[in-house]
């Protein structure tokens, strides 16, 4: 019988017996193959929060740009006004639009309070500018701004938005590679695990090849019972940390990072392939270990 | 039985990295035929055993198993010829944790041939183990120990069997058992081979079958004795 996933899974009890009943390298296998998957799924979600992460703060911030206007009181009108026209004659510029005094004062009631006489202060004033597709030329409209509104300051975000972004980029590829990781840690585990086994039934191994069994035969026997408990391992430690993700607190409106740890929607589904990623894990390096110790024997 | 040996040897030499053990070694196992090997300790009986069922290959000459160069079979030829070659070691090891008649029918398990092992219960009772079945490796005694070696070796029906200083461990009266049983496989057509130094034994055999006696002696197979 050729040694395949499917022929692995199908049970055969009389393989199952010829390989003494599980010492510490069960447990050890299990144990592995359950902590392992149980990082996993975190790392996972946080590989996950951190694209969605790097998503908002991308989408919330591109496209968009304030102007900023700091004038002498008699002037600010005049210079909002001139810069409301020149955006709606720049190309690129889909809208802009001043905020009133009560979106300023929502803007700075966090640091404030609600009490803050807006009116009272020389606050700049700022226009709020969404981008059109192609978008506009930046530099263009500094020049454009200096020369007509001198009080006129562009911001695009972009000393913003570039490190926020980079940041979540490179947690969402922490994360993948944290995955990666993990399952080279479990493969590593594994193979040690099953190195252990075979040694300790070298002289089972003697045995069967001595009766006239072939290579096939005897790393079946192995790769399936190692198989098995990777699976069975990595299955509860999925189970128990998808138990724990689920019961983080939920994503405010803000979308703080910590409280959006977690999966959507069919991100569900990812975890659930963990098991039969760890199984397979193990059935490889189980199956090269038992290779590579049957080609010392005859 | 295609050809007129099973097992063949021409001009085989060994060595285990140093000097040579066996040297120009040639010799056929005809089939039907009972052949002791002698010799004094070290000389390379066992050796001689391994290059039978290629658990050694030679590094010099051919070793010819069911007419095959054993240099020239996959790790799975090696696997198919043991079915046809019963082995029974003077230290015969088993699966501890698996009861005696389980053990027994291992060659038939590893070759998916469970279904020919309804003649089990008569096997045991041939070589006296019959209630013996269920009792696990470690309890048993020697004795009792080389009879199920020789139940295992014996249950796949094969066309040769090897033994090495099967009664290397039992006492004269168990020896004797040993034998009965072996001679018995030789008058049912199978081609023996017994490693021994006993030649109490040899005699005994030889009073009562056409038995010829091997020596080993300065890395060389000769006829001993009235055989030479």
């Not at chain 1, 019961?247 to 703080?256: C, N």
């Not at chain 2, 027994?104 to 279904?115: D, Q």
Request: net charge positive.
């Amino acid at each position: 019988m050729k040694l395949t996933l499917p022929a692995l899974l199908a049970p055969d009890r009389q393989a199952d017996r010829v390989v003494p009943p599980s010492g510490f390298t069960a447990q050890l296998t299990s144990f592995t193959a359950g902590a392992m998957a149980f990082l996993a799924v975190f790392a996972l979600a946080l590989s996950l929060a951190s694209g969605r992460l790097a998503e908002r703060w991308a989408s919330a911030l591109a496209g968009t740009a304030t102007i900023r206007i700091s004038a002498p009181p008699e002037q600010l009108d005049t210079q909002v006004a001139t810069v409301l026209a020149l955006l709606s004659t720049t190309p690129g510029v889909a809208s802009a639009r001043a905020l009133d005094t009560a979106e300023q004062r929502a803007l700075l009631e966090p640091w404030f309070g609600p009490d803050l006489p807006v009116d009272a202060l020389p606050l700049p004033r700022l226009i709020e500018m969404t981008e059109a597709s192609p978008g506009y030329d930046s530099q263009g409209l500094r020049l454009r701004l200096s020369a007509e509104a001198p009080g006129a300051v562009l911001d695009d975000h972009t000393r913003w938005r570039r490190p926020m972004a980079q940041a979540a980029e490179r947690l969402r590829l922490l994360g993948g590679l944290s995955l990666l990781l993990i399952a080279g840690a479990t493969a590593a585990m594994i193979t040690l695990a099953a190195n252990a086994a075979l040694s300790a039934n070298l002289p089972v191994i003697r045995v069967l090849r001595l009766v006239g069994a072939k290579d096939a035969y005897i790393v079946r026997a192995f790769v399936r019972r190692f198989t098995l408990r990777a699976l069975t391992g990595a299955g509860i430690g999925t189970l128990i940390a998808m138990i724990g993700v689920a019961l983080l607190p939920r994503a405010d409106e803000a979308g703080a990072f910590l409280t959006g740890l977690g999966f959507q929607g069919l991100g569900w589904l990812l975890p659930v392939l963990l098991p039969p990623l760890t199984a397979l894990v193990a059935f490889a390096a189980t199956r090269y270990a038992a290779f590579r110790t049957l080609k010392g024997l005859t | 039985m295609g050809g007129l040996q099973v097992i063949a040897f021409e001009n085989v030499g060994f060595n285990y990295g140093g000097g040579e053990l066996l040297s120009d070694v040639t010799l056929r196992l005809a089939p039907g035929s009972f052949h002791f090997l002698t010799g004094p300790s070290g000389a390379g009986k066992s050796t001689f055993l391994k290059l039978a069922y290629a658990e050694l290959r030679p590094t010099a000459g051919r070793v010819s198993i069911f007419d095959r160069d054993a240099r020239m079979m996959t790790r799975d030829d090696v696997a198919m010829s043991r079915r046809r070659i019963g082995v029974v070691h003077q230290d015969c090891q088993f699966l501890d944790h698996l009861p005696l008649a389980t053990n027994v029918t291992l060659p038939l398990t590893v070759a998916n041939r469970t279904g020919d092992a309804q003649d089990l219960t008569a096997l045991l009772d041939w070589v006296g183990l019959g209630k013996l079945a269920d009792a696990l490796p470690p309890s048993l005694s020697g004795g009792e120990r080389q009879r199920a070696a020789l139940a295992r070796a014996i249950i796949m029906s094969p066309d040769v069997i090897l033994a090495d200083e099967p009664t290397g461990n039992l006492d004269w009266e168990m020896s004797l058992r040993l034998l009965t049983l072996l001679v018995e496989l030789s008058r049912m057509g199978k081609t023996i081979l017994v490693a021994t130094h006993d030649m109490n034994l040899i005699r005994q055999a030889k009073s009562q079958l056409a038995a010829r006696v091997l020596r080993i002696q300065n890395r060389r197979i000769q006829l001993a004795g009235a055989d030479l």
